[in-house]
């Protein structure tokens, strides 16, 4: 059974409303900036989506509940991966090798 692949899609999709945003606005502002936040806010969407897709498909009996607690870990892993890596390069655009 292949359903739990399609979380592949959310995947995909979660960095693109900040990647957008982050290409669209000048970080000089100190304030809050709306189009960051709704950018915030549809990447959170998308992730708790990503979480609610498995349980829902274990709810309809489409997928044993041990393969949508197996799609919950990756969930976790990919997401921490995802924000590390945004952490880690998307501060700056300075960033250097020479730093490690």
């Known amino acids: 059974q292949y359903w739990p692949l399609f979380v592949l899609f959310f995947y995909i999709l979660s960095p693109i409303p900040y990647c957008i945003a982050r290409r669209l606005v000048d970080d000089t502002d100190a304030t809050s900036n709306a189009c960051k936040e709704l950018a915030v806010f549809l990447t959170t969407g998308i ?11 274990a709810r309809a009996e489409l997928i ?20 590390g890596f945004f952490l880690v390069f998307g501060s700056n655009d300075d960033f250097s090798w020479q730093q490690w």
């Open 47 to 57: 992730v708790v989506s990503a979480f609610g897709l498995p349980i829902v498909f």
């Open 64 to 83: 044993y509940w041990g393969a949508c607690a197996l799609v919950l870990t990756g969930n976790t892993v990919i997401f921490a991966t995802i924000l």
